[in-house]
């Protein structure tokens, strides 16, 4: 089990989009991971309030979703987005760094089923939520 | 006949030019993708230029996920935004100039956003076009289609919900 987490955290480590937003993983460990996104001024969406573009936070959730499957003890490896669904419930304050956690809840031989929710410094009222469903390969 | 005279074509493509670039070149995130719009007419599409940044998979090589669904929604936003601003750039209302001084309108929020990953990305550029489905006052309904080197052969497709912005469009006029 151990190794799987050690695994699946090199893999995310080596992710060049994961190095540009600067992502850092905190927790992987049985089909849950948390992921940090700090604020960069790069990622703003909107320029009047410096919130940061819708696109970044799919970019942290799709990278959590796909560490929790990989840190899952029944996967057999790597894996790949079939669809990730998101829906935005309140713009993140500027500033604040985004935490992502993603639970791989169910998994089959070929598909892993998975929901994330992300937040900044309000932890209570989540900034996004975010279902999807992704491929297990035996390789990365 | 009491027609006007039609505009010289290099003012129309200008002022059509202008406010695009101005559109795009206000957004911080879509810079740091690299993406660029393709424009004739009214329509756009969407140019996601490749660098090794955008990787997802250093073993494939495959397009991040996150990248891609970026790209969609960014093309999503901006198609959306062309189409709803498109009346008061013709007009004169909003232009370039005031755009570029950082009076950009507000853009669409996004509500919720659904991608379906069809084949993986491949390392090199891609594009996007999207077509707004409904446009109401307060919400509308985007869908939009990515490929690379065949327009049949897509490898994302998503739908988005947005919220419209409320009037007054521009937050200063002169």
New interface residues.
């Given amino acids: 089990m151990l190794d799987k987490a050690k695994v699946a955290r090199q893999f995310i480590e080596a992710i060049p989009h994961a190095n540009a937003l600067a992502l850092k993983l905190t927790d992987i460990s049985n089909g849950t991971a948390v992921i940090e996104m700090p604020y960069d001024t790069r990622l703003i969406g909107d320029p009047r309030t410096g919130v940061i573009h819708g696109g970044a936070v799919s970019s942290v959730m799709d990278t959590c979703c796909g560490a929790a499957v990989m840190c899952h003890p029944a996967a057999p490896g790597g894996t790949a987005t079939i669809d990730l669904r998101i829906d935005y419930m309140r713009a993140a304050t500027p500033g604040q760094t985004i935490v992502t956690t993603a639970t791989c809840y169910h998994i089959t031989r070929n598909v892993a089923f998975v929901r994330a929710t992300a937040v900044d410094d309000d932890t209570e009222n989540p900034v996004a939520m975010a279902t999807g469903s992704f491929t297990l390969e035996k390789q990365f | 006949m009491n027609r006007p005279r039609p505009e010289p074509m290099q003012v129309v493509k200008q002022r059509r030019d202008a406010a695009l670039r101005a559109l795009v070149d206000?957004?911080?995130?879509i810079?740091?993708?690299g993406i660029e719009f393709d424009r004739r007419g009214d329509e756009l599409t969407g140019l996601l230029n490749f660098n090794?940044?955008?990787?997802?998979?250093?073993?494939l090589p495959?397009i991040?996920?996150?990248?891609t669904?970026?790209?969609l929604?960014?093309t999503s936003i901006i198609t959306l935004s062309w189409s709803y601003l498109w009346p008061d750039i013709e007009s004169g209302v909003i232009n370039a100039a005031q755009m570029a001084r950082?009076e950009?309108p507000?853009?669409p929020?996004?509500?919720?956003?659904?991608?379906?990953?069809l084949r993986?990305g491949l390392p090199r550029d891609a594009y996007a076009r999207a077509t707004v489905s409904r446009a109401g006052r307060r919400y509308a309904t985007v869908r939009v289609e990515a490929w690379q080197d065949n327009r049949d052969r897509l490898f994302a497709q998503a739908v988005g919900h947005f919220r419209m912005p409320q009037a007054p469009r521009i937050?200063t006029r002169d």
């Fill in positions: 206000g957004v911080p995130y810079q740091f993708l090794d940044t955008q990787i997802g998979n250093p073993f495959a991040h996920g996150g990248v669904a970026a790209f929604e960014v950082g950009l507000n853009l929020k996004t509500i919720g956003f659904t991608v379906d990953y993986p937050a």
